[in-house]
């Protein structure tokens, strides 16, 4: 099978690719490579997916909010189906600059839609957020809860792209799955994500940020859970048979949770990424910032029940992976 991946060079894009080349698929990906956070890391990641792939993996460099640019670029590139997963991330950083999320976002997923309508496509998986959710105080958030109340910008966009993916699937029959993600985190991850500042601060013996003064809930995912679901998705495209989805249609659209169906209280986290450390950290503590939500928690049951997901990975075992390969990374000496 032959895959094309939109921001391929991103956390979990470079990880979906390198596990479907490992399996014997070919990689098509795409990403524009901009400086929202260190493009060195980028470049890393496409450096390995090189080195695993090697003629099997093809990269273009692309803004994939320009649609003649995306559809000239593509037009002699085969492939089968589609992982969207290339967007402007962050809930604050939507506060601070609304246009790119609406160029990168809803322009940008539009064009993946039309892509996938015009070459045929036999699926198409694409991100959402677990951020759809907005303040809903119903635990575990299921996908049938209502997602029309957003606290940010990011949000909004996403809850837009499942929206628009809702119409496609209608008019067109296009095969669609959204995955609303969970705190997604591990090696090769992104530094402006929690776990990434929280260790750069405590290694480097500097206090960390806490929000809400540690009064915050997350289904944190490790990454191979993750992309073992998106994996499974990518393989099951939802048909086109009038049967209510996973999220409630009736069209070949389905939507899934992906998490680890715990929620997990942030101070704990912090004492897990102290262990993993060796040194215990300085707490800044901090009122509520615009944009968040107090907690999340994944009710995964459809995934489970449709693609037979099953995370594996506790905090307690992710963590310090995560803190052993952040350490290999940037040659540090590994904490004992």
């Known amino acids: 099978m032959r895959?094309?991946?939109t921001g391929v060079a991103g956390f979990i894009g470079a990880e979906l690719a390198a596990r479907l080349l490992a399996r014997g698929d070919e990689v098509v990906g795409i990403d524009n490579l901009n400086?929202?956070?260190?493009?060195?890391?980028?470049e890393a990641r496409l450096a390995r997916l090189r080195g695993e792939g090697g003629e099997?993996?093809?990269?273009?460099?692309?803004?994939?909010?320009?649609?003649?640019?995306?559809?000239?670029?593509?037009?002699?590139?085969?492939?089968?189906?589609?992982?969207?997963?290339?967007?402007?991330?962050?809930?604050?950083?939507?506060?601070?600059?609304?246009?790119?999320y609406v160029q990168s976002n809803l322009v940008?997923?539009?064009?993946?839609?039309?892509?996938?309508?015009?070459?045929?496509?036999?699926?198409?998986?694409?991100?959402?957020?677990?951020?759809?959710?907005?303040?809903?105080?119903?635990?575990p958030f299921a996908v049938e809860d209502r997602a029309d109340h957003p606290v940010?910008?990011?949000?909004?966009?996403?809850?837009?792209?499942?929206?628009?993916?809702?119409?496609?699937?209608?008019?067109?029959?296009?095969?669609?799955?959204?995955?609303?993600?969970?705190t997604v985190y591990g090696p090769w991850g992104r530094p402006d994500m929690m776990l990434w500042n929280f260790t750069r601060r405590i290694l480097a013996g500097e206090s960390?940020?806490?929000?809400?003064?540690?009064?915050?809930?997350?289904?944190?995912?490790?990454?191979?859970?993750?992309?073992?679901?998106?994996?499974?998705?990518?393989?099951?495209?939802?048909?086109?048979?009038?049967?209510?989805?996973?999220?409630?249609?009736?069209?070949?659209h389905a939507l899934y949770n992906i998490g680890n169906n715990r929620s997990e209280h942030l101070m704990r986290v912090i004492e897990v990424l102290e262990q993993a450390c060796g040194r215990k950290a300085e707490l800044e503590m901090l009122p509520m910032q615009p944009g968040d939500v107090h907690k999340t928690y994944a009710d995964i049951g459809a995934i489970q029940r449709d693609l037979g997901y099953a995370p594996t990975t506790a905090v307690d075992v992710g963590v310090p992976r995560f803190v052993e390969w952040y350490c290999a990374y940037h040659g540090q000496s590994r904490p004992m």
């Open 3 to 5: 895959v094309l991946i």
């Open 35 to 42: 400086d929202y956070y260190q493009v060195s890391l980028k």
């Open 56 to 100: 099997r993996f093809v990269f273009h460099k692309l803004d994939f909010a320009d649609y003649a640019l995306l559809a000239r670029t593509l037009a002699d590139e085969p492939f089968e189906r589609i992982v969207h997963l290339g967007a402007q991330a962050g809930v604050r950083y939507s506060i601070e600059n609304p246009h790119a």
């Open 108 to 139: 940008g997923h539009l064009n993946l839609l039309e892509i996938a309508r015009h070459r045929g496509a036999a699926h198409m998986v694409y991100a959402s957020s677990s951020s759809v959710y907005g303040g809903n105080a119903k635990l």
């Open 152 to 182: 940010s910008l990011y949000a909004a966009t996403k809850r837009a792209d499942e929206l628009m993916s809702e119409t496609y699937a209608h008019l067109f029959r296009l095969p669609l799955t959204g995955l609303r993600f969970f």
């Open 208 to 252: 960390i940020p806490v929000f809400n003064h540690g009064d915050m809930y997350r289904d944190f995912t490790y990454i191979d859970d993750i992309v073992s679901g998106v994996v499974a998705a990518l393989d099951h495209p939802p048909a086109n048979d009038g049967e209510e989805k996973a999220g409630g249609s009736v069209k070949p």
